[in-house]
């Protein structure tokens, strides 16, 4: 999957990693993966309004 990636997307998501694996603060990680989380479903809902829009469909609520 990362290989479907541009290079500089590789890139970023190899730094993150290694920054999530070097951090040993159990809070930080936990804002990290609350901030992962929120940005998965922003991302999730514009993609399913986009979708939608592009297709023609009324919007789903």
Same mark, same amino acid.
Not at 30 to 37: A, C, D, E, G, N
Not at 51 to 59: D, T, V
């Given at each position: &999957?990362?290989?479907?990636?541009?290079? +500089? =997307?590789?890139?970023?998501?190899?730094?993150?990693?290694?920054?999530?694996? @070097?951090?040993?603060?159990?809070?930080?990680? =936990?804002? &990290?993966?609350?901030? !992962? !989380? /929120? /940005?998965?479903? &922003?991302? +999730?809902?514009?993609? =399913? =309004?986009?979708?939608?829009? @592009?297709?023609? !469909? *009324? *919007?789903?609520?």
């Amino acid at each position: &999957m990362a290989s479907d990636l541009s290079l +500089s =997307r590789q890139f970023a998501l190899e730094a993150q990693t290694r920054a999530i694996d @070097a951090c040993n603060d159990i809070d930080e990680l =936990r804002r &990290m993966t609350k901030s !992962l !989380l /929120a /940005a998965w479903h &922003m991302q +999730s809902e514009f993609s =399913r =309004r986009w979708g939608a829009e @592009a297709l023609g !469909l *009324p *919007p789903v609520s």
